[in-house]
């Protein structure tokens, strides 16, 4: 691990005041209300405003819709991006993930127009992969696919589409064979959600994120619009898939997150900070400062560990470790505060912006999306040790029984 230190040279350090500048006069206050109040994890208005300045995928080439940054200026943009609200900025991970996909299987004239729209801010793509009977196992996909001339007919329903509501198109996975044995019998299409056949229907998480169940019934769908061979979608869900898992990220001259979890650690720094105002601020019952309390200097020291081994763990581990460090010290600091960190954003007496109270809420879904922490431990075992894959519960069970 490189802990070196990072020197701005003078161009980046003006950049980094422009970018500064610019993102302050963009969040206004609206932008969070908005957010609060829809938990889409999207705003137009900022989409488009980046992507007008190349900014949204800046690390783009200035021909595809970014604005050419070299790693570091990259860097710099999340980080300051990060400083204002990364929450509205979700829908921009999430399309980024098939991004890189679209532009290796599509044919360039009908991907550099949708990339384009991408980068503009005007076009985003959400993740269709898991449906009503498990996310865990996207390879044992249900909904059909089924070719005839140059159209597909799709029909089926998919769980937890996040983002479906204000995305123009989702990266779905598609069961076209089901004779082969399920990872050779998938194919990817980029399905423009206005189709007809498309129903939207909204899941309000206890994180305040939306989420959706959308159901395809007979979906038209050009063949144009396949990503990659057909039934070869396991192919072109690798790099998607091992992006979202944090494996081999790394490839940025260490200038990336670590991990995935870095911002599940992100959101657990807010509340650390909030607490530790709160305690500046209140008096404890013999007059003092909790500052001064030694059991509250000891919790929050317990919560600054989690958070920063969060932040530093890489790969599949720091996804983990994220996840179980704020899902732990977010109940944790809500607890050292008392009732009134239970107050959301904007109640009367709340402490600060309500972030203890969000991040324990928030806290709770971080292992579940993106692949359970369960899961992503056999993805430790088997990518980062090299174990051999796991037995599932049964599974011997089952095979004892079944005839040779
Ligand atoms: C807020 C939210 C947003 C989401 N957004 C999206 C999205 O945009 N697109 C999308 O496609 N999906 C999305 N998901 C779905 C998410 O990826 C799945 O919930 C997750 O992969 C788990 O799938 P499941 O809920 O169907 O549980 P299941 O797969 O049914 O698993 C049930 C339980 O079994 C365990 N389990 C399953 N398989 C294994 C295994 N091999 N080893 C060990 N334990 C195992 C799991 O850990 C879990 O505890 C979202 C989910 C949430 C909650």
Redesign the pocket.
Known sequence: MDFGFVELSAQDRALQQEIREFLAELFTPDVFALEHETGSGFNAKVYEALGARGWLYPSLPVEQGGAGFTALQNRIMELELDRQDARVMMMKG?SSLPMAAIRKYMPAEIADPILKECAAGRAVV?????????????ANAKVRAVQDGEMWAINGS???????HISTYTFL?TRTDPEAPKHKGITMFLVPLHSEGVTIQA?R?F?G?R??IVFYEDVQVHDSMRIGGVNNGWTVLHGPLDEEHSIGIDSNGGLTDVSVGVSFSRVLGASINEVAQWALKTASADGKSMAEDTRVLERLGSAMVDYEAGMCTPGPMGRVKSSDGLVKQAAQLQDLVGPVGLLPMNAEGGIGVGDIEYAHRFAQ?T?????????F??IIAQHVLGLPK?Q??GAKVFMAGKKK
């Open positions: 999430t959400c993740l269709g992969y898991s449906e009503p009977d498990g996310g865990s196992d996207i998919k769980m937890w589409t996040t983002g479906a996975i899941i998480t994180s994120e989420t959706n879904g292992a579940t999306y993106g692949g359970t922490v369960e899961v431990r056999t796991a599932l519960p």
